[in-house]
């Protein structure tokens, strides 16, 4: 599983939209844990990094803010909010 993945499974039933998931703290609080969880261990562990929990809190509060932005301007998810994209976006890919 990915952040997309993560993402998708936390906002989306049936593929809709979860109305208004971006003030659910209940939503938004799984989502920082569990991508907190995938930097720890498909990310950090994995690649040997050294990110403090401030980073991985800082990083994981950048996905959720892009997945609040794409969900807010229509989603159709499937290509737009890609592991890789929100990487792209949040830190290069080289320096993971």
């Not at 261990?41 to 040997?48: A, G, S």
């Not at 932005?69 to 949040?90: A, E, H, P």
Request: hydrophobic letters at 40%; aromatic letters at 12%.
């Amino acid at each position: 599983m990915n952040i997309d993945e993560l993402i998708q499974k936390a906002v989306l039933d049936n593929n809709k939209p979860i109305i208004d998931w971006q003030y659910k703290t209940n939503i938004t609080g799984k989502l920082q844990i569990e991508i907190g969880d995938y930097l720890i261990d498909e990310v950090r562990d994995k690649y040997h990094l050294t990110f403090s929990f401030d980073e991985m809190d800082e990083i994981t509060n950048k996905c959720i803010e892009v997945a609040k932005y794409v969900t807010g301007n229509d989603i159709r998810y499937s290509n737009l909010v890609q592991n890789k994209f929100i990487f792209n976006w949040i830190i290069p890919i080289g320096n993971l």
